[in-house]
Each structure stands twice: as structure tokens, then as C-alpha cells.
């Protein structure tokens, strides 16, 4: 059993995950026209999400956060593989949240991704308070994805 399968159960459980709120309209990054106020996620992150995004929306404030396209939501709880690869993404466990992903796709480094910006780095700080990591900062590439840190 994995670290992940220890601390979380079972990927794709769902009585595992529940909703998130999030204080501020996030719009789907697949259709902008769609936006939502939760998040499906794990159990166990979903103070550490509602205290990040609280976090959020103090810092930024909702005018920035629609102009730095924070709040384009690329997704959370996804029961899928990694893209590309045979073991399964944290995603499925709801312990992984992606945000602007047209502006920062999977293979970009920080040359490319919004993220890798200096008006994002409070943002990152945010979600690294919480227990999670980017994967941007760590490995330079998917800087629209944060996980719990495991």
C-alpha cells in the first residue's frame, strides 16, 4: 500500500469526498459561461481548500483574482491516471486541485506558465502554508496543479 492509500483510502471512494466551498465564483476553464462555488474533494483537505481559498480572496482580492484568472477552475476530484502514465493522479483521490490551465499546460516550464509569474507567488505561498505543493515550483512543468503534500 502506497502513502497516498494509507492516509486516503482508496482512490475513487466516494464516501471519502465532499464538497469544498470556496467564497468566490470559480468559472469552469472548459466553459467560462459555467461557474461553481464548491469543489468535490477529499474528506481530510477540505478545510486545508476553504482555508486556502479564503486566503485567496483576502490577499488578492476578487477584482485581481478575475484579472490574474485565478479563479478559472480546471479541476479537483477526477478518478483518471496521470496524463501520459499508468499510475493513478492524485486527482483521483480529491487531493488535487488545477486552476488556469490554458495558461499553464502540463508541459510549459516557467518560461511559458502564468504561475511561474511574480504577481502569482503569494498564490503559491498560499497553498504551500496548507500542506500542499505546486507541481510548477517542484519539477517546472503542470504549473497549474497543487496537491496535498503526501
Known amino acids: 500500500m502506497t502513502k497516498v492509500e494509507n492516509k486516503y483510502g482508496k482512490a475513487g471512494d466516494e464516501s471519502n469526498l465532499v464538497y469544498a466551498k470556496v467564497p468566490f465564483k470559480l468559472k469552469l476553464s472548459w466553459d467560462a459561461s ?5 469543489v ?3 474528506k481530510l483537505v477540505k478545510t486545508d481548500l476553504e482555508n486556502i481559498f479564503k486566503d ?3 490577499v488578492y482580492g476578487l477584482d485581481k483574482i478575475e484579472k490574474l484568472g485565478i ?3 480546471g479541476g479537483c476530484y477526477n478518478y483518471r491516471n496521470m496524463r501520459g502514465g499508468t499510475k493513478l493522479s492524485m486527482h483521483s483521490w480529491g487531493i488535487a486541485i488545477d486552476l488556469n490551465p490554458e ?3 502540463l508541459r510549459w516550464g516557467k518560461d511559458k506558465a502564468v504561475f511561474a509569474k511574480p504577481e502569482y507567488k503569494q498564490l503559491i505561498d498560499i497553498f504551500y502554508k496548507h500542506g500542499w505543493i505546486n507541481l510548477g515550483v517542484e519539477k517546472n512543468y503542470d504549473w497549474m496543479h497543487f496537491e496535498k503534500k503526501v
Do not use: M, R, T, W
Open 34 to 38: 459555467v461557474s461553481v462555488d464548491k
Open 56 to 58: 485567496i480572496l483576502q
Open 103 to 105: 495558461n499553464n499546460l
Open 71 to 73: 479563479n478559472l477552475f
Open 40 to 42: 468535490k474533494c477529499h
